[in-house]
């Protein structure tokens, strides 16, 4: 149980083009999800938190306009690299606050690659 | 304001010797504590939580953490390492805006 899916795996794109990334919560409903990006041997960044029905939070210093979230389902939370540039090639991981309300599950994570 | 310290950014044992992952948190509430598994250009996995209850927690691949408020450590062990055991491992404590705050993460190296 508790399954997290993400897609695509890996994408690579050229610059200028806008990369959508789909995180999905297969076998349980849920109302919020994380959005975080990870650089290479560093720990997780959270970028904002997704909730169903309304606005993402998102947090300081991410660009709310490039990085568009839309939580328009309970399982279903997508991540939308608007205008991608090279520094925006990242791993990119989601994941979904489980029915306990306290544990969050992770999808397997996006490698973005931006020429 | 709660944070999290993962002393060893590499720690290497040897197959079959004991796993010593440490973790210290700060938090103004009760704790929330949890530990992920990564393995290469894959998502987290979780190993184990502690919420409320038993301090010691048992958790898959035969790992287990204890939580001690007195040193506020939640240190994760493993009796006998397997070579699957490499992976990085992050400490995480929730915030009580259901955030997490991850540690830097701790890569573990297992040698045969």
């Known amino acids: 149980g508790a399954v997290v899916s993400q897609h695509p795996s890996r994408v690579i794109c050229k610059s200028g083009t806008s990369v959508k990334i789909e995180c999905r919560s297969l076998?349980?409903?849920?109302?919020?999800m994380f959005w975080y990006r990870q650089f290479p041997k560093q720990s997780l960044m959270l970028m904002a938190t997704?909730?169903?029905?309304?606005?993402?939070?998102?947090e300081q210093g991410v660009e709310k306009d490039k990085f568009l979230i839309n939580h328009a389902s309970l399982t279903l939370s997508t991540l939308t690299v608007t205008s991608a540039h090279p520094e925006d090639s990242s791993f990119y991981i989601c994941?979904?606050?489980?029915?306990?309300?306290?544990?969050?599950?992770f999808g397997p994570g996006t490698r973005l690659l931006v020429l | 304001a709660q944070s999290v310290t993962q002393l060893g950014s590499h720690v290497s044992v040897s197959e079959g010797a004991l796993v010593l992952l440490r973790c210290n948190y700060s938090?103004?509430?009760?704790?929330?504590l949890f530990w992920y598994v990564q393995y290469p250009n894959q998502g987290l996995q979780l190993l184990l939580k502690?919420?409320?209850?038993?301090?010691l927690v048992k958790g898959i691949n035969g790992f287990e953490a204890e939580f001690k408020k007195s040193e506020t450590s939640f240190h994760l062990t493993k009796p006998s390492a397997h070579m699957s055991d490499a992976a990085e491992y992050f400490c995480?404590?929730?915030?009580?805006?259901?955030?997490?705050?991850f540690g830097t993460g701790t890569r573990l190296k297992v040698l045969a």
């Open positions: 995480a404590v929730k915030t009580g805006t259901y955030k997490y705050i």
């Open positions: 938090s103004s509430v009760p704790p929330y």
């Open positions: 502690y919420t409320t209850g038993a301090t």
């Open positions: 997704s909730n169903e029905g309304s606005k993402a939070t998102y």
């Open positions: 076998d349980f409903q849920a109302t919020t």
């Open positions: 994941s979904a606050r489980g029915w306990d309300q306290e544990t969050q599950y």
